[in-house]
């Protein structure tokens, strides 16, 4: 251990670029590692200046600065890359650890994460939607997302607005705010926290708002596929539409804690195109559980340069829906997002 740390010492005392990164067609960038930024790899060549690469482009990865990945404190070291895997050691380790590059959250040099680096990302979305279930409509929809990272930390900030009508009904409307904060612990785990407030007066949802926590794993992720599970609690407050022709009791409002599991897969198809499918279920923990499934099934497709195609089926599935409600409900829609 003593060896292992003089020699971190020596790399934090000096400041020259050793770094070497090699492309799949066989290309080298002289330079340093700059950060990981969502899907790239940012990188400042001694002869081109700041480059972002893919990751899914990238062969080999050479630096000899110290690094700051995923769930270590301390410094690390990389040694060389098997296949999409990252060989690394840490400071206060002698054990040798791989990971895929295309699982990295955080990597930036040691130096920049002690002065406090971070990055932000977000998105906007607009689409037009086709849906049959509880409501015949057509609608416009708008969404936004931003997050921002700072070390292990990521914050994320998003919502949503609906505005729809059918056979040329009043306009209803539809929205939600959500945050949510995720603490990458290790190269799969990760630590998730979550709050959401909305309404959706068509599911009989007058308002509705609920609390989570949990813990989440990355399986795996590479170029071609992905799969992450999340498993945890969540505290659900819920205020509904009173029904126009109401017959018998009516429970106005409920309370209630859940449990929560859910998936995320992605899988690369050829031309460029994504193949996504999520879902999550919920089951309250009372004496006569209820129970909700929602998937997402989609597919996508870059148009320019972050400009991007979507299409996706939304699925909501209720043991328990509101009274004059349906327990099934479809949704298909369309649109674009501009992502930065």
């Known amino acids: 251990m003593k060896h292992i740390a003089s020699i971190f010492v020596i790399f934090l005392s000096i400041g020259v670029q050793a770094g070497v990164v090699e492309l799949r067609n066989g290309d080298r960038l002289e330079g340093e590692l700059v950060r990981v930024d969502g899907e790239h790899l ?10 972002w690469i893919k990751k899914t482009n990238i062969a080999n990865i050479a630096s000899t600065k110290p690094l700051k990945i995923n769930g270590s404190k301390s410094a690390c070291l990389l040694e060389k890359m098997e296949a999409e895997q990252l060989v690394y050691q840490c400071e206060k380790s002698s054990r040798i650890k791989r990971t895929s590059l295309l699982t990295i959250k955080t990597l930036v040099p040691y130096e920049d994460y002690k002065k406090g680096a971070y990055v932000h990302h977000g998105r906007l979305n607009l689409w037009g939607a086709y849906s049959r279930g509880n409501e015949v409509r057509d609608e416009w929809n708008l969404q936004s997302e931003m997050d921002f990272r700072r070390s292990d930390f990521r914050h994320v900030v998003g919502a949503e607005y609906s505005r729809s009508s ?23 785990w990760f630590w998730y926290n979550g709050a959401l407030l909305g309404a959706d007066p068509q599911r009989g949802m007058a308002k509705y708002k609920s609390l989570g926590s949990g813990a989440g794993y990355q399986f795996f992720e590479t170029s071609a596929s992905a799969l992450s599970l999340k498993t945890g609690l969540a505290y659900m407050d819920e205020r509904y539409v009173f029904p126009a022709d109401l017959v018998g009791d009516f429970a106005p409002e409920d309370s209630f804690m859940a449990l929560r599991l859910a998936t995320d897969f992605r899988y690369n198809l050829p031309w460029g195109v994504g ?66």
Do not use: C
């Not at 056979?167 to 799969?188: C, I, K, M, V």
């Open 166 to 188: 059918w056979f040329y009904s009043a306009p209803q409307e539809r929205w939600n705010t959500r945050y949510s904060l995720d603490w990458f612990l290790g190269e799969h």
């Open 275 to 340: 193949f996504f499918h999520n879902n999550e279920m919920l089951q309250s923990t009372e004496d006569n559980p209820n129970w909700r499934v929602k998937t997402t099934t989609g597919l996508s497709s870059m148009i320019l340069k972050r400009i991007y195609s979507e299409f996706k089926i939304d699925y909501w599935l209720d043991n328990e829906p509101q009274p004059a409600r349906k327990g099934k409900d479809t949704r298909m829609s369309l649109g674009v997002s501009y992502k930065w």
């Open 42 to 51: 940012v990188w400042k060549s001694t002869n081109f200046g700041e480059q």
